[in-house]
């Protein structure tokens, strides 16, 4: 990972306290490149603490090109260092990651989005994308996410819900926003494992369209499907968004819009555009999002979820709703339920993991422990959004008139008022 | 109005059926132009009726110059014409001009936002703007609007709630979506008479500073400030909201972004990333908005309204919010209740007319009952759209968890939940 960094000998005729000087001075570095955060950094007896502050937590590096690493690129380096057990975080993970965002926010140290390549967004780079993240089996995958495989925010409402539940309440919130009704078809875009698919099916008598990449999350849920007895009224499609045919009342995409890319933003939109009945139909995205454009990080970007890119919500609406014809009647941020939902994933793996069941190696367990931290910290710091985005045909008649029906139960009337 | 027009003559030596002939093939010069919609348009002698539908209405035209005026110009000429009384309506004129705008809208026929020169809004020009159309004097506006004179989208939530009762609601909403308690201070950006400062001052205790540039509505607004004694809490500036300084903890602009045009959308994001406590402010927009950007109807923006622009979301988000350093929270379209607003404000401006109580000439009513049915029939097809957006300085911890205290009478609650 570190070979494009000059290697400085770890064992040299250099004097110990000449050394010492470096690693001080490397940390100074550091920190310095960081900015102003309650942090404290440590290599060997070196240790460089934050000017009248608490650390929160302390960077502990193994050895010295890890940190050199660290002072060169700390957005991708830090990830696989961290990875290989070469950085120790000692306190509390989350809080340190926390920690560091707010600084390097402050300090505005955010790439560039036109310097990062995100490369082409083929059907096949498309398949192999979902495949290096989702296909890690449904066994890993059962560990630490709820029982239905639900793998984007949860929607905690009330406040006291566990993730099983509130699971279920993002299912329903997702279905009273679009207010199925019986009869109707739904097209749902990127599906997962199908537990939106099939409660939609189930709780709204609706017929669905699922489509998805990912081989093994298919076959997942089309194996639900038949052991629920639901196989009629949902078809689980094993095929590209770009690959959506046919008319639907009701679009759906939960957590796939971040995986499509840049360029996939007009496919995306002509598909809406071509799907949704003009003047009845209602659809929903749900996803990753940011307050302005910005590259995912690079280290998630490369080791987790290849080829992702969280939109701004201004280039949602205007590279992806308004080419597809979409008036936005209802757009809801719910990123401290996204923080939420890491933290229950995160202690759930955690939990796993100190039981032994995870599997894989510990650079593995480690990378993912990272993820989900990471994540976490930059919900919390707003530095990532999830939102929901209601949207209809331009000039459609059909039009909730007001929000309160979310609230009581039932779902939005999607009809407009002829008085 | 009609002078860059070649005029034809009116009396001339051509034949009566030739004459007619020429009105019929004018008449259908323009129902090409507005492509399928269910009107019928007549000339003297000559009428064109829609192919299998039944008409909703009848454009009945005084003179030959006014339907070629139509014919080289619809969106332009038609106001000018019916306010002179050479176009008539026979029929609903709601129902007529939503009938023509879905078959505009049909055909695509949207000029380029490129092509319309908007002109600059320094200060000086901003003031004028807002002289030419809020300075017509309270008497008018008291005739039609609720008795508070609230001149934008009211909320009709409960729907039965009639004007005055809608618009309380709709401060109250925009109080609880800023979820206001008592001692915060509020900056509001384009007042009004007053009517939301003083309902914050009051029934939620806080400091207020609103600014308008209009004359007059600062006046009325001081005057009625003085009456409730509230005067010592809230302070009404005449003032560009160009020139607004200091810290607020919530600010709040309703009705005043389509008017500050697009050189307007970055100083108002660099007032607002000035004012808002980076931690624990929180802003609302109310306003006119688009579905993907477009210029104003012509002539609405040359006779009622100078120099306004209903921005894109798209363009609020990226052009205002992303620059500001702002995260969206809550995005809420209430199209459906201005078409209401509108119908309402109309038929209380339709009873003043008719008891003779309007004033001015009739060319001027004339003028005043198209922009008011006009703007019904462009928020019932969807032309225009009315988007309330809230949003915190990015970054921030204090965000609402839940929308569900807006329907339960309270206000959101802007702290971010710890656990």
């Known amino acids: 990972m570190l070979t494009t960094a000059r290697p400085v000998p770890e064992r040299s005729v250099v004097h110990a306290p000449v050394r010492e000087r470096l690693d001080a001075w490397l940390l100074r570095c550091l920190a310095s490149r960081i900015g102003r955060a309650p942090l404290r950094y440590a290599l060997r007896r070196s240790v460089l603490s934050p000017p009248s502050v608490r650390p929160v937590a302390t960077l502990r590096f193994r050895d010295r090109r890890a940190l050199l690493g660290l002072v060169i690129d700390p957005e991708t380096r830090f990830g696989d260092a961290y990875a290989e057990g070469r950085i120790e975080i000692e306190g509390d993970l989350v809080a340190a990651l926390e920690a560091a965002y707010r600084a390097l926010d402050a300090r505005g140290r955010r790439p560039s989005v036109l310097s990062t390549a995100q490369g082409r967004h083929s059907r096949r780079r498309a398949r192999w994308n979902a495949h290096r993240h989702y296909d890690l089996g449904d066994d890993f995958y059962r560990l630490w996410l709820d029982e239905q495989l639900v793998y984007t925010c949860a929607y905690y409402d009330p406040p006291g819900l566990d993730l099983e539940r509130a699971q279920v309440a993002k299912l329903d919130h997702v279905c009273r926003k679009l207010g199925l009704t019986p009869g109707e078809t739904v097209v749902e875009a990127g599906c997962g494992w199908g537990a939106l698919a099939l409660h939609m099916v189930r709780e709204y008598g609706v017929q669905v369209r699922a489509y998805n990449v990912s081989h093994e999350q298919v076959a997942y849920a089309r194996a639900r499907a038949e052991r629920e007895r639901l196989s009629g009224r949902v078809e689980f499609l094993e095929e590209d968004y770009r690959g959506i045919r046919g008319r639907c009342d ?23 555009r071509r799907c949704l009945d003009p003047d009845r139909g209602r659809g929903l995205l749900h996803a990753i999002g940011r307050d302005r454009p910005r590259p995912l990080n690079a280290w998630i970007r490369r080791r987790i979820f290849p080829g992702a890119y969280p939109p701004a919500l201004g280039e949602i609406v205007a590279a992806v709703l308004e080419p597809a014809g979409q008036s936005v009647v209802d757009v809801e ?10 933290r229950d994933w995160r202690e759930r793996f955690e939990r796993a993991a100190a039981a032994g069941k995870v599997g894989f190696d510990e650079r593995f367990r480690r990378a993912w422990r990272l993820y989900l931290a990471g994540s976490e910290a930059a919900f919390r710091t707003g530095s990532l959004q999830l939102f929901q985005i209601l949207f209809a045909p331009s000039g459609g008649t059909a039009l909730p008139w007001s929000r309160r029906p979310l609230y009581e139960g039932t779902g939005l009337s999607w009809s407009m008022p002829t008085s």
Request: aromatic share 10%; net charge positive.
């Open 333 to 342: 941020n719910l990123r401290p339920h996204y923080a939420r939902t890491l």
């Open 250 to 272: 009701a679009f759906v995409s939960v957590g796939m819009l971040e995986h499509v890319g840049r360029d996939g933003f007009a496919p995306l939109a002509a598909v809406i």
